[in-house]
T-cell receptor
C-alpha cells in the first residue's frame, strides 16, 4: 500500500465549477502538506503549503488538512480552463531522515472545459 | 532569480547504456533532490544532496547514483539502463533541504530507453 493515495481521475468539469481534490495518507509522522500543479511538459510548481492541521486560503484555492483522519483536500473555486493540469499532493515528516524528501500522491488530472 | 535548470531536456538511449543528467539549482540553494516520475508509480524520491554529501536516499537500485559539486550543481547517473528507466527525471532545489522547506522544481529531463 502506498503511503499517499490520490485518485488519478481524470476529472472533467465545466468552467466555473468548484473542484475538490483529495489525498489520504498512512504515515502519521507527516507534518507538512503541499499541493503542486504540473502542466504538461513542465515541472511541478507549488500551489499551497500547510503545516499540521487547519485551513489555508489563497485566492481561488483553499487547502484543508485533517490529521485525525489523515486526509487533505484542495478546493478550487470558479475553475478556469487555465486550471487544467495535473494536481499532486505532497507531504513530508519532520524527522531527521527526511532531508529533501517529499512523498507524492499519484496526481489527479483535471480538465476544465469552457 | 533564475529557476532550476536541467539539461538535457530529452534523451534517447538503448538498454545497457549509461546516462548522466545535470541540474543547476536556484542561486543560493544548497540542497538538490532528484525524483523519477512515471505514469505507473508517480513521483518517487531518488536522493538528496547538500554540500556535496548525499544525506538521503530513496528505494532505488545502486544503478542510480548522483553527486554534487562545490557550486551546488548536481548530476545524476544511471548505469546499465533498463526499459523501465524510461521516465521524467526531475530535480528540485531548496535552501537547506530541511523538513517542510519549499522545493522548487526544474522542467525535467525526459529519458526514453529503447
Amino acid at each position: 500500500q502506498k503511503e499517499v493515495e490520490q485518485d488519478p481521475g481524470p476529472l472533467s468539469v465545466p468552467e466555473g465549477a468548484i473542484v475538490s481534490l483529495n489525498c489520504t495518507y498512512s504515515n502519521s509522522a507527516f507534518q507538512y502538506f503541499m499541493w503542486y500543479r504540473q502542466y504538461s511538459r513542465k515541472g511541478p510548481e507549488l500551489l499551497m503549503y500547510t503545516y499540521s492541521s487547519g485551513n489555508k486560503e489563497d485566492g481561488r484555492f483553499t487547502a484543508q488538512v485533517d490529521k485525525s483522519s489523515k486526509y487533505i483536500s484542495l478546493f478550487i473555486r470558479d475553475s478556469q480552463p487555465s486550471d487544467s493540469a495535473t494536481y499532486l499532493c505532497a507531504m513530508s515528516d519532520a524527522g531527521g531522515t527526511s532531508y529533501g524528501k517529499l512523498t507524492f500522491g499519484q496526481g489527479t488530472i483535471l480538465t476544465v472545459h469552457p | 532569480k533564475a529557476g532550476v535548470t536541467q539539461t538535457p531536456r530529452y534523451l534517447i538511449k538503448t538498454r545497457g547504456q549509461q546516462v548522466t543528467l545535470s541540474c543547476s539549482p536556484i542561486s543560493g540553494h544548497r540542497s538538490v533532490s532528484w525524483y523519477q516520475q512515471t505514469p505507473g508509480q508517480g513521483l518517487q524520491f531518488l536522493f538528496e544532496y547538500f554540500s556535496e554529501t548525499q544525506r538521503n536516499k530513496g528505494n532505488f537500485p545502486g544503478r542510480f547514483s548522483g553527486r554534487q559539486f562545490s557550486n551546488s550543481r548536481s548530476e545524476m547517473n544511471v548505469s546499465t539502463l533498463e526499459l523501465g528507466d524510461s521516465a521524467l527525471y526531475l530535480c528540485a532545489s531548496s535552501y537547506s533541504g530541511a523538513a517542510g522547506e519549499t522545493q522548487y522544481f526544474g522542467p525535467g529531463t525526459r529519458l526514453l530507453v529503447l
